[in-house]
């Protein structure tokens, strides 16, 4: 009976350490996996960052182009004369 009660709190110490493994290993796959988003994420903000430039930029361009060619000053919520 000894032997098997031995046996027995092995057995549960061995399942213990193969979940505190497999817990260890989920966890390094979930840290990869944190660092390689987080990488994802500063790239994007750059890029949004580098895009709002460029929009902001051909957003004056074409204001001042309408402005040049109307003489006019050019509002956002103006409607065309055609309305």
Do not use: C, N
């Not at 709002?52 to 074409?62: G, I």
């Amino acid at each position: 009976m000894a032997r098997k009660r031995h046996g027995e709190k092995a057995q549960r110490k061995k399942g213990k350490s193969m979940g505190v493994e497999r817990i260890e290993e989920e966890l390094a796959h979930l840290r990869a996996a944190t660092d390689d988003l987080s990488e994802i994420v500063a790239r994007q903000g750059a890029e949004i960052e580098r895009l709002v430039r460029q929009v902001e930029l051909l957003l004056r361009r074409a204001a001042e182009e309408e402005a040049a060619g109307s003489g006019g000053v050019v509002l956002g919520d103006e409607r065309p004369p055609h309305y």
